[in-house]
């Protein structure tokens, strides 16, 4: 036994002989081992070669937290704000995951229809508050008026409530009756209102003649699915006012669907290249207006745009404008340079993911560019004619008498008219 246990401490030590007489040898060399090499020779697995997939170290991070955090979380909210830190990982704002609250937002207002009420809502503290009361909608007919706060829904009080889970509550079944506390000024009491709820759809196509012209001003607050035949309607009306100048009032629209923005383009533009869609690997797209719908416009067209002009609002602001078919009036436009498609899951959330760039017809790139702080420094649509609007005096958009911005359309337009 001693002689066998003498024979392993002679093996063990040549063992460690033989592993220095290398360490040795790249010592003199100044050739030092490296770590990894130290620990392939005693068997020591390098950590950094061991990759864990994506999916899996996402998912063992989520139970991790899920099983060991100190306190029971929101596993829903968990997984859909981390897909939201996804997304918010590229640097693209146009880039979002939504949750299924969000995402129903955004598919009712592209789809402009929905049963409810018809009116729009802004946050309050104690509520809602009345933007807006659709023309011809049940709460115009129950006696809702604009800057009304609703401060109860059935009866139950949603102080304190996001304008989401209000708009939740007023919504439902074609048919049924919904009972709204309402807060009005100069009133004593609240109002409680009974309305029966009906199919509706979002007014996004404003129009009027301005008092004393024969010009015909139209404000398009997105474009949605129901534009184009609200904007036909429009355009029918005012060919038979027989106007001789129009205004259309894009301030203030964020966009909404391509298709949109092409078919009201297809009123003036036949068959024309309305953007250039640069997507992936070198893939390019051209989309044009269809053919054989354009009217005959024969009176001048001045369009008015901000800095809250963007996506598919500065698509026809621009095409227009690159044709030219219209003049533009007001201040730069966002510079929302880039097309996002929709991805729909199970769950009712939504993906919108940026998919390609795209260039107006001139070739022009309209991408926006800010600085560190997040401050506007160049892109965007230039007008024609800059007008910083006046917010010491305007009342609201369309006002003829303080909207100074309207104003030089109008002048636009008369100077344009004898040319």
Same mark, same amino acid.
């Given at each position: 036994?001693?002689?066998?246990?003498?024979?392993?401490?002679?093996?063990?030590?040549?063992?460690?002989?033989?592993?220095?007489?290398?360490?040795?040898?790249? @010592?003199?060399?100044?050739?030092? =081992?490296?770590?990894?090499?130290?620990?392939?020779?005693?068997?020591?697995?390098?950590?950094? %070669?061991?990759?864990?997939?994506?999916?899996?170290?996402?998912?063992?991070?989520?139970?991790?937290?899920?099983?060991?955090?100190? #306190?029971?979380?929101?596993?829903?909210?968990?997984?859909?704000?981390?897909?939201?830190?996804?997304? #918010? %990982?590229?640097?693209?704002?146009?880039?979002?995951?939504?949750?299924?609250?969000? &995402?129903?937002?955004?598919?009712?207002?592209?789809?402009?229809?929905?049963?409810?009420?018809?009116?729009?809502?802004?946050?309050?503290?104690?509520?809602?508050?009345?933007?807006?009361?659709? /023309?011809? %909608? =049940?709460?115009?007919? &129950?006696?809702?008026?604009?800057?009304?706060?609703?401060?109860?829904?059935?009866?139950? +009080?949603?102080?304190?409530?996001?304008?989401?889970?209000?708009?939740?509550?007023?919504?439902?079944?074609?048919? +049924?009756?919904?009972?709204?506390?309402?807060? #009005?000024?100069? @009133?004593?009491?609240? @109002?409680?209102?009974?309305?029966?709820? &009906?199919?509706?759809? +979002?007014?996004?196509?404003?129009?009027?003649?301005? =008092?004393?012209?024969?010009?015909?001003?139209?404000?398009?607050?997105?474009?949605?699915?129901?534009?184009?035949?609200?904007?036909?309607?429009?355009?029918?009306?005012?060919?038979? %006012?027989?106007?001789?100048?129009?205004?259309?009032?894009?301030?203030?629209?964020?966009?909404?669907?391509?298709?949109?923005?092409? /078919?009201?383009?297809?009123?003036?533009?036949?068959?024309?290249?309305?953007?250039?869609?640069?997507?992936?690997?070198?893939?390019?797209?051209?989309?044009?207006?269809?053919?054989?719908?354009?009217?005959?416009?024969d009176y001048p067209i001045a369009i008015l745009i901000n800095e809250d002009s963007a996506s598919a609002s500065e698509i026809f602001a621009g095409v227009m404008q690159d044709y030219k078919v219209a003049k533009l009036v007001?201040?730069?436009?966002?510079?929302?340079?880039?097309?996002?498609?929709?991805?729909?899951?199970?769950?009712?959330?939504?993906?919108?993911? +940026?998919?390609?760039?795209?260039?107006? =017809?001139?070739?022009?790139?309209?991408?926006?560019?800010?600085d560190e702080d997040g401050v506007y420094i160049s892109g965007g649509l230039q007008p024609d004619y800059p007008v910083e609007l006046d917010l010491d005096k305007i009342k609201s958009f369309g006002d003829i008498k303080t909207?100074?911005?309207?104003?030089?359309?109008?002048?636009?337009?008369?100077?344009?008219?004898?040319?």
């Open positions: 036994m001693r002689s066998v246990s003498k024979f392993f401490s002679v093996l063990a030590a040549s063992c460690f002989l033989f592993l220095l007489g290398f360490a040795w040898r790249d @010592l003199q060399s100044l050739n030092p =081992p490296s770590t990894a090499s130290l620990k392939r020779l005693i068997g020591v697995k390098d950590a950094s %070669s061991t990759k864990i997939p994506d999916t899996k170290l996402y998912q063992l991070t989520y139970n991790r937290i899920v099983n060991d955090y100190y #306190r029971k979380v929101d596993e829903e909210n968990l997984k859909y704000v981390s897909l939201e830190g996804l997304t #918010r %990982s590229l640097g693209d704002p146009h880039t979002a995951f939504l949750m299924p609250r969000f &995402a129903e937002a955004f598919e009712l207002e592209t789809k402009g229809n929905f049963v409810g009420v018809g009116a729009r809502l802004s946050p309050d503290p104690l509520g809602a508050r009345v933007a807006n009361v659709f /023309d011809g %909608s =049940p709460a115009q007919r &129950a006696g809702v008026q604009m800057n009304d706060v609703i401060t109860g829904v059935d009866g139950k +009080t949603v102080s304190g409530k996001e304008v989401e889970d209000i708009v939740k509550l007023i919504r439902g079944d074609e048919g +049924t009756v919904v009972k709204l506390t309402i807060l #009005r000024e100069k @009133l004593a009491k609240p @109002l409680v209102l009974a309305i029966r709820r &009906a199919r509706i759809t +979002t007014p996004t196509v404003e129009a009027k003649l301005l =008092p004393g012209t024969k010009i015909g001003y139209m404000m398009i607050t997105n474009f949605a699915e129901p534009t184009i035949d609200q904007f036909d309607k429009a355009l029918d009306q005012f060919e038979k %006012s027989k106007i001789n100048g129009l205004i259309i009032d894009l301030r203030g629209n964020p966009g909404g669907l391509l298709q949109s923005a092409k /078919d009201t383009l297809s009123r003036f533009l036949d068959n024309k290249v309305i953007v250039t869609m640069r997507e992936r690997d070198g893939i390019v797209e051209k989309v044009r207006t269809d053919a054989g719908l354009a009217r005959m416009i007001g201040e730069h436009s966002y510079g929302k340079a880039s097309v996002q498609k929709p991805v729909n899951f199970i769950d009712k959330s939504m993906l919108k993911i +940026t998919i390609a760039r795209y260039y107006l =017809p001139r070739g022009t790139d309209i991408s926006r560019r800010v909207d100074n911005q309207l104003q030089k359309a109008v002048e636009v337009i008369k100077n344009s008219q004898y040319h």
